[in-house]
């Protein structure tokens, strides 16, 4: 038997799995933001409507979220190695399957149900079992995985186009299908880690595989609600960025700008956020809150912008709302993953994540659609903007209720230590300072006020 260590350790193999969710994020979302280069061959040669062949993609990301939490289930009972393992097998048999389509229902079924469902088996338990391998660098180790959606999208697109003109859409989803099989070296590398706090055996029944026990939790229901209500929001400028640009008259090249912008200050804030989080001078639910309602204000931006000046400085003005939606946004990723271990435990860990990807999806699936109509009632996507930008300050009002988001004086104990807390469960990582006094170190001070 090997004895269980301490606590994560922080480093060693826990950069190799890192990488390994690094590169498992990269394949599932960032191949699914580039899939839609693909959509209009599909049309040409089914002969069917932009609106019939956007649900290839869109039934992918609804069954790959609403899924996560069976993949956390069934990385509870036979552990995350083997469950990415088959993920990517699904995965790469779903592009091959839809490579030889006589239809879109054989797209419908290939790449929405088959690749979706592999999508589902591989993300959660990825993130999962990095956000086990870490501790006082948790966020910045989540953040670093969660780049790989921007990476990956900047090197699959043009990919995707080169493939798409030199072998058609066919002998492009044969290649993709060889490439998500990487995804099951990559759960290979999720070696099993057992710490204190584990469960002595795998939880019994469907319910409890589930995690669905975590919403007694009275921190976690809190938690879920405000991230169900971000979610509504927090997906619209993925879908419709740019034509809002293109409504504005920025041309192609400039909505494509204005994506740009937002994606790299995305990428670039998820590192940052992850250093910040991880110093431990602010409590993670209070970071949570902060850049959750700064990603709405980012996102109230984006829609007034157009009309705060002419149609001279419309495009300075959107470019600089788009980078500060980003970097707010990109800020708000890495916390939602790294604020859990603090809420649930180690332990549960890997079934929150899957639980916090479905609630998110139910809000990912009626923000787009609703976006949408308000587009078609109004003519823009200034009112769409409004809308969903005061669904995620909603959400993060919610998170007000969170252990340690709003400031206390508690008085000062003594016999507290300048430590991270132990990760078991209402209780989020908050790190006291000690203060140094004019006659030398004799007090430790508590800093939540």
């Not at 969660?146 to 989803?173: E, I, K, Y």
């Not at 995690?211 to 879908?239: E, H, I, K, M, N």
Request: a positive charge.
């Amino acid at each position: 038997m090997t004895p269980k260590p301490a606590g994560p350790p922080d480093g060693g193999w826990g950069w190799v799995v890192a990488a390994a969710a690094f590169a498992v994020n990269g394949l599932s979302y960032g191949l699914l933001r580039s899939l839609g280069l693909a959509l209009p061959d599909l049309a040409e040669h089914f002969d069917r409507s932009t609106q019939d062949t956007a649900w290839v993609s869109a039934l992918a990301l609804a069954v790959q979220q609403a899924a996560s939490p069976v993949g956390s289930a069934l990385s509870t009972r036979w552990g995350a190695r083997p469950v990415v393992m088959v993920g990517g097998v699904l995965t790469s048999l779903g592009f091959v399957f839809s490579a030889f389509a006589r239809s879109l229902l054989h797209l419908y079924l290939g790449l929405g149900v088959l690749a979706g469902s592999g999508w589902a088996l591989v993300f959660a338990p990825a993130l999962g079992t990095l956000s086990r391998y870490f501790s006082r660098r948790r966020v910045l180790a989540v953040g670093l995985a969660l780049t790989g959606n921007g990476a990956s999208s900047l090197l699959l697109a043009p990919t995707l186009q080169l493939l798409l003109d030199t072998f058609g859409w066919r002998g492009a989803l044969l290649v993709l299908g060889a490439i998500t099989l990487h995804l099951a070296p990559c759960g290979a590398l999720l070696r099993p880690l057992v710490l204190p706090g584990d469960p002595p055996a795998p939880p019994r029944g469907p319910l409890a595989a589930l995690g669905l026990g975590l919403f007694t939790r009275r921190a976690f229901s809190v938690f879920a609600l405000g991230t169900a209500l971000v979610g509504g929001g927090y997906f619209v400028p993925y879908v419709h960025l740019a034509p809002h640009a293109l409504d504005r008259g920025l041309g192609g090249y400039g909505a494509a700008l204005v994506v740009a912008v937002a994606a790299v200050g995305d990428a670039g804030a998820r590192l940052i956020s992850g250093w910040l989080a991880d110093q431990g001078w602010v409590p993670l639910s209070r970071l949570l809150l902060v850049f959750g309602a700064l990603t709405g204000l980012g996102v109230l931006a984006v829609g007034l912008v157009p009309l705060a000046g002419s149609q001279e400085g419309c495009r300075g003005a959107l470019l600089a709302a788009a980078g500060a939606y980003g970097l707010s946004a990109g800020s708000y990723a890495p916390l939602v993953f790294g604020v859990l271990p603090g809420l649930v435990g180690v332990g549960g860990v890997v079934q929150a994540t899957g639980l916090v990807m479905m609630l998110m999806s139910l809000g990912g699936l009626l923000g787009p659609p609703l976006s949408g109509f308000l587009r078609d009632e109004t003519g823009d996507f200034t009112a769409s903007f409004l809308a969903c930008g005061s669904f995620i300050l909603s959400g993060s009002f919610i998170y007000m209720g969170l252990p340690g988001a709003l400031p206390s004086c508690p008085p000062a104990s003594p016999s507290r230590q300048a430590t991270r807390p132990p990760e078991r469960g209402e209780l989020l990582p908050v790190l006291p300072v000690a203060l140094l006094s004019s006659g030398g170190p004799r007090s430790t001070l508590d800093t939540t006020c």
